[in-house]
Structures are given as C-alpha cells and as structure tokens.
C-alpha cells in the first residue's frame, strides 16, 4: 500500500513565527492529498484537500491565508501555518489515498506555539 | 457530507474480556477502515473493510455495506490494546474522495 512520510514529527515555535510542515508520497504519485487537525481528546477533523498543481480546497472555518498549502509536485505536499498562535498548537497530519484503496497516513507533527 | 457515529465513546474493560465497537455511517462508502491511535498520535491501520469480514489474531472486524454499519471485535484483551479506536470513511471511488474520521472510542484496559 501508499505510504507518506511526514516530518517534523514534533516543533516548537514562537508566537508569531511560521512552521512548514512537509508530506511525501513515497511510492505513490498523488494528486490529491489531505490535511487534518487533531486537538487534545478529539477525533481528526479534515483542514484541506491539497490538490497538485492547483489550489486547496478548505473546508468550512479553516482559513486559507493562515494555513497554506502547497502541492507543487505528485510526491510533495507542505502545509505551512503562518503567523502561529498558541491556539494553532495541534497535532497535523496528512493522508494520501489511492483510486479505490486505502488511505494512508503519514506520522503527524506535534505543534506547539509558545 | 457523510456522518460518522462511533458507539461507545469510551469504554473500559477488564484484561481478559472482550469488546465490540461500533461505527454508523450516513451514506454508502467505497472506503473503510479501522485505526489505533498510538500514545504518540500515530494512527495505525487494523483494517481496510469496505465490506464482508476480516480477522487478524485478535482482532476481527465486519462491514454490513447495505445496513451502513461497522463492527471492531477484541477478543482477550490485554492492556495494550488501550487506546483510541477511530472509524474512517471515504463515500467515494476516487483518490480525491475525503476520508472522514468518526469520533473515536476510548478503549482503557484495567489488568
């Protein structure tokens, strides 16, 4: 099956700094890749759909201009978290998924903003 | 969008017994699967089931596509199993289709 790898596994920031978080397909080309959040004692909720070569699509409430994501290539795709706020520290992960198969999902970042 | 219902939202057990989870799903899916959330956040596939019956050591799980339902059986739990069990559903064919995750079970195991 696909599998992703995602890094940092863990980052600590300042308030008002910018993280990139990275996700690769490593055996896969994927078009389309997911963005998710994961907030203390909650299930994953999805952020984005990174899609390769044009524009995310965002889900309701997440804002674009604060979460940017960039899929520039069929095997990388980076969610950056810009001008970070102690409200942002979460655990991010990405998935990709094959036609008909299973998803795969890489090994989430831990963010903390202090 | 597709809704995903897991039942019970926690649940503890004694070493030794066994447990059923749930998962309800709003609409038909071409995607399903069932994860274990390790204590450092990674999500670990148990099974891709979009449909029939699966077995793996101690664990089993059934899909009833038609009823729009999923089951997780553990069998002579042990106190790794304790963990957060997650449902996760994609209604689509296409690698573009979302996968939406249900809300969990919080399985503790008390030795």
């Known amino acids: 099956g696909a599998v992703v790898s995602q890094h940092p596994s863990w980052v600590i920031c300042k308030s008002g700094t910018s993280v990139k978080i990275e996700c690769r397909s490593l055996d896969f080309q994927a078009t389309t890749m997911f963005w998710y959040r994961q907030f203390p004692k909650q299930s994953l909720m999805l952020m984005a759909t990174s899609n390769e070569g044009s524009k995310a699509t965002y889900e309701q409430g997440v804002e674009k201009d604060k979460f940017l994501i960039n899929h520039a290539s069929l095997t990388l795709s980076t969610l950056t978290v810009t001008s970070a706020h102690p409200e942002d520290s979460s655990f991010y992960i990405c998935?990709?998924?094959?036609?008909?198969?299973?998803?795969?999902f890489g090994s989430g970042t831990r963010l903390t903003v202090v | 969008g597709i809704q995903v219902e897991q039942s019970p939202p926690d649940l503890i057990l004694q070493e030794g017994a066994n447990s059923t989870l749930r998962c309800n799903f709003s609409?038909?899916?071409?995607?399903l699967q069932w994860f274990h959330q390790n204590p450092w956040g990674q999500l670990i596939n148990l099974f891709y089931?979009?449909?029939g019956t699966k077995q793996n050591g101690r664990l089993s799980a059934t899909t009833v596509a038609t009823e729009r339902y999923s089951l997780l059986y553990i069998s002579s739990s042990q106190t790794t199993d304790s963990g957060v069990y997650f449902c996760?559903?994609?209604?689509?064919?296409?690698?573009?289709?979302?996968?939406?995750f249900g809300s969990g079970t919080r399985l503790s195991i008390r030795p």
């Open positions: 609409d038909s899916v071409n995607n």
């Open positions: 996760a559903v994609a209604p689509g064919y296409s690698s573009a289709s979302k996968i939406i």
């Open positions: 089931i979009p449909s």
């Open positions: 998935s990709e998924r094959s036609a008909g198969g299973a998803g795969a």
